[in-house]
């Protein structure tokens, strides 16, 4: 079993940065691509970054000025960097993974997400 946990959401300023984290355990081979989306109340969960295992980067266009996504293969451990936040940022922040749990096998994970509030 492969699990995703994410870490570093609370309750922030306007203004302040976040550093995201999103860990992986499990029987792993390798992970291909991983990214951070969010879901803030009452819309749909939309991709904020993405990252290959190569160190390629995807942004959604309105992401790209405040937001870094960056891996460490090593760990199989994500990042996503978030600066200046504003109160429209406010949402949950979920960690995606394409696994590969053998050579030939893989399976899309999520995990539970970690809660980011900016407020004042």
């Known amino acids: 079993q492969v699990q995703l946990v994410e870490s570093g959401g609370g309750l922030v300023q306007p203004g302040e940065s976040l550093r995201l984290s999103c860990a992986t355990s499990?029987?792993?081979?390798?992970?291909?691509?991983m990214g951070w989306y969010r879901q803030a109340p009452g819309k749909q969960r939309e991709l904020v970054a993405s990252?290959?295992?190569?160190?390629?980067?995807n942004y959604t266009d309105s992401m790209k000025g405040r937001f870094a996504i960056s891996r460490d293969n090593a760990k199989n451990t994500a990042y996503l960097q978030i600066y200046s936040l504003k109160p429209e940022d406010t949402a949950v922040y979920f960690c995606?993974?394409?696994?590969?749990?053998?050579?030939?096998?893989?399976?899309?994970?999520w995990g539970q997400g970690t809660l980011v509030t900016v407020s004042s």
């Open positions: 995606n993974a394409l696994v590969y749990i053998t050579k030939w096998t893989y399976v899309e994970v």
């Open positions: 499990g029987s792993i081979f390798s992970i291909n691509t």
């Open positions: 990252i290959t295992s190569g160190g390629r980067l």
